[in-house]
Each structure stands twice: as C-alpha cells, then as structure tokens.
C-alpha cells in the first residue's frame, strides 16, 4: 500500500475484497469473530477450535449417544435432552473432582460456572436433575457437536435431516466402545447411569471420574488414545492435511523455542514478528512457509480486528453518551467524533516519541510517510523492518489498546501517565464467556454487545411506555 505504483497508488482508499460474511442477528456487529471462526480458522485447522479442547469429550459424547439409541426410546429430541443431560451434569461434576495426581484441566469443563462451585462444596451427593446449563445439550450443542459430525463421527439428525436426532456412525460407536470401557467397571455406571433422576454419591463420582476424567487420555494405556490420535491426523481425508500443516507448524515452533514457553501471547508474536518479548525466535523451515504464511495472515487479522473493535467501541460509547439510543444522531456529527478521535500526537506521546502534528484532518499519505520515517524503513523494506522492537508496531498498538480503554468523553477520562510501562499482553484465549472464541478482545466496563443491549432494552421500554400512554388516552 505505500509503494506508489499504478497497483499501490500514493492515494489509497479502502476496497472490498471478498464478501465473506452473511449479516446476520446476533451480538457480532462488524462480523469479524464471525468470518474468523466460521471461515478461516476451519480453513487453517479443520474441525478443531479453541473450544474443543479436550478431545476426550469426543468419546464421552459418541459414548452418550450411543447409549441412547441402544435404548428403547422415543427418538425424538426431547428425548435425546432428556437423556443427555443428567449424564452431561454429572460428568462436569466429575471433572471437577478428579483426585488423580496428573490431575490439570483448568478450563475447557462445559457447565463449570454451575457444577463448579456445586462440586467445591463437596456434599455428599449431587442430584442429576440439577439445572446446569442454559444450552439444551451443553457444550455438545455449543461447540463439539459440529466437530463430530466433521470428524465423521455422528450423522447430524433434526428436522429436514434423514434422522430425528444425531446418529453415532460406525466409526463413533467404535469410540463410544473404548469410552464405555474406561468407566463399565464404575459403581455410577453400573447402578445409577441408567436413571435420568438419580442421586450419586460423591465417592462414586470420584470413582467415575478416576476412570472418565479429561485428564486420562493421556494415559499411555487410555483406550481411547489411538483412535482419537488417528481421528486427528486423517479426517476428513479431504482437510486432514490441512490440519497436519498446522500441527507440523505448531511443532517446529516448539522446536525451534525450545527451553521458552510460548503461550497464547508469545504464539501470536512469534507467528506474526519472527520474535517474541520473551526473546525466543521462529522462522519456519522451508516446506512450511505456506502454512506460516497463512497462519500470520490470519494474527494479522487479529491485530487489525482488534483495532477496528476498538474504534467501534468507542464509538458507540460516544453514541449512547450523546443519546444516540434514543435519538437519531447526524452523520456530520460521528464523522466528527471519528475525526476527532484521530490524535497521533497522543497517541505518539503514549509510544515514546515525537509529535507528528497529524489529526483528522491530515492526509492518509502523511501518515504513512510518518509511519515510514518512525520505523526507520523505505517504503519497500517497512515489512521487515517494523519487527516487534520496532517504536510503532501491531503488537504495541494492542497493548496500548488494552491498556487505556477510555470513555469517549474528555470529561470521563482518566489521568494517565503516558511513560507508565505498559502491562503484559493478556490475550483473552482462557475458555470464559468473553473470550471463548479465542480472540483478541477488548474487554472493557461496557462491550458494544453490551451498550448494543441496553440499547434494546431503553427502546423497548420506551415502546411499552408510549403503547401504555397511548392506551390509557384511549381510554
Ligand atoms: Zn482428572
């Protein structure tokens, strides 16, 4: 973009590039989540996400089904509900009270914020019909159904489908086999299982939890090991590869970091700068340099989605202190918001450098030309010349992001000192609410989904108040 050839010209403006996402309802406004977590990331790691952790639950729901259809029930999806969530309840129970020393899944248990702090008063039984998730069926409806129908473990059922509910394929009934014999032996399964009402003892959840725990699949003697391991590596046949690439690329950066840890923060640098700030290095070896490309295209994406959010924030932010949820606001008025939020001298000051005396006002081509000078690059070497130590980066700008989410209002701000050192970057990837998809976010006192909510809320109440005043004129 800052070459000035006839196909980067010096004037550049925005252009579409493919149409990836459908508008739909829903709380992703701009469609960034969306297009990232339905379109791309399958695309770079096929039917695993971020919140399918623990593939044990892939036989722990083959074996739930199977279970179910080896009963005489009706094959409805009530049923299949009705069935499902006792067993679902007490094995998030379970997981919170495996006493195995290898013990260490610390997310990723569908349920917790319910069967958790039931399971940590430890009482001494635990009720199967205990309401525990919102969900009909919890985290297989949310998130690891899909990965086994992808997998070719389950025949999807529902209306329009040859099935009235999920089917195990043969493939899933063998894992549903291998699940079943981890926990036959169990007092839980063996006399309270088969009861949709029961009332477990906890020394028989622990029981069942030392056998069916999330944790004993890596037990070399799991049963359920091999078949998920060749899941993995082989289906679908026709994205398999893609996933292997990845795996490949996720193993020759342990390679190549080896003795440093790479966490969620040090990944994204890593994949995306070459480097991280904890001093490790990658550079991918040669027959994986398309997967790496692909995989820092999409961090790119992340950094950029991250900024756009931000600005979205902050102008619905604006938007509701002006009373914009209650009042049409003129377009005038957000192009001068957007305008007046564009202060690189600040934003300069916040990185340690000087003013460029650019605002809103200014050429988009003065701002590249700056950015050039800043990082000390040509407009043919900027790429690799704006690594992670670089004064103005991606990286530095999300975690100023992070750190001064602001109100809109000058009257709201908060004194700051722009030299304060800046936090380490907390990538929100841990599996709570807010950062279940995995993303980069910004979680600030008000989310757009949020301010988007109240919204909502303030126009209906207004609604019900006029159709009431209205009413009682009427009358
Ligand atoms: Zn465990």
Known sequence: MIEGSPEFPRDPHPQWIAHM????????????????????????????????????????YAFLLDEFWRRDLPRSPRAWIQFF???????????????????????????SRKTGPIAAREPATFDTTTNYIKEPLGGYGLYYRSVLAGLGLVYPGG?????????????????????????????????D?????????????REYARAACLCRLRAPDATDGP?????????????????????RMLLDIADRTDGQPVDQGAFRQLVFFGTASNGSRYEPRGDLADTHTRWRLYQAREYYAFALTGMFVNLCDWGIEQGGDLRPLSLDAVADQV????????LAALLDLPGPGLDGSAPFDALLDWLVGVVGASAETFDETCGLDAPVNEDALYRLGRHFGEPASPH????????????????????????????????????PERLIASCARSARACGRARRRSSTSRIG
Request: glycine share 6%; net charge negative; with cysteine.
């Open 339 to 346: 305008s007046a939020g564009l202060q690189f001298d600040r």
């Open 412 to 447: 709201r701000r908060r004194s700051h000192d722009a030299r304060e050192p800046l936090p380490p970057v907390r990538a929100s990837g841990a599996l709570d609410v807010s950062g279940m998809d995995g993303h980069l976010s910004l979680r600030r006192g008000r989310s």
């Open 85 to 111: 969530r006792p067993r679902d309840f007490l094995y998030s129970i379970a997981m919170h009270l495996c006493d195995r020393d290898e013990h260490d899944v610390i997310g990723g248990v569908t349920g």
């Open 227 to 247: 078949i998920l391991r060749d899941l993995f590596l082989e289906e679908p046949r026709e994205t398999a590869p893609d996933r292997r690439a990845t795996m």
């Open 159 to 191: 209306p329009r489908l040859p099935y009235p509910v999920d089917v195990p394929t043969e493939k899933g009934k063998d894992l549903a086999t291998t699940f079943r014999s981890e926990i036959e032996v169990t007092a839980y399964y063996q006399q």
């Open 193 to 205: 299982f088969d009861q949709d009402q029961a009332v477990v003892t906890i020394e028989r959840v």
């Open 21 to 60: 996402y459908a508008a739909t309802s829903g709380e992703d406004h701009l469609g960034l989540a969306s297009v990232s977590s339905d379109q791309i990331l399958p695309m770079l790691s096929p039917t695993i996400n971020v919140a399918t952790v623990h593939p044990r639950y892939h036989g722990f």
